[in-house]
């Protein structure tokens, strides 16, 4: 079984940077793709970043690319999504999620562990 421990949400002001981070438990955590998505209350999952089991490839919503982020660091077992230039319609919940194998994956299915979610608020 997998634990997934999200922190680093928070409020911050439009323009503002966060840095999500996404702990995981196990000592398979380096073999598997992670992945980010945000979910608002009422709407569907939305994928925001992912990447390899190495961090060598990533790939990135269009709606975030050029202002997020994702990295990972294997020897803490620990995945990163650093947030900035961020906008008011980036607020919602997010979540990490750990890919079913090593390659990366856009898609919700791609994955079979999820953290239990870190809100961030971007006031205007």
């Known amino acids: 079984q997998v634990q997934l421990v999200e922190s680093g949400g928070g409020l911050v002001q439009v323009g503002g940077s966060l840095r999500l981070s996404c702990a995981a438990s196990?000592?398979?955590?380096?073999?598997?793709?992670m992945g980010w998505f945000r979910q608002a209350p009422g709407k569907e999952r939305e994928f925001v970043a992912t990447l390899n089991w190495s961090g060598s490839s990533t790939y990135y919503a269009d709606s975030v690319k050029g202002r997020f982020t994702i990295s990972r660091n294997n020897n803490r077992n620990t995945v990163y999504l650093h947030m900035t230039s961020l906008k008011p319609e980036d607020t919602t919940v997010y979540y990490c999620?750990?890919?079913?194998?090593?390659?990366?994956?856009?898609?919700?299915?791609?994955?079979?562990?999820w953290g239990q979610g870190s809100q961030v608020t971007v006031s205007s």
């Open positions: 999620a750990k890919a079913q194998g090593p390659h990366y994956s856009s898609t919700w299915y791609g994955y079979n562990y």
């Open positions: 196990g000592r398979t955590f380096s073999s598997y793709a």
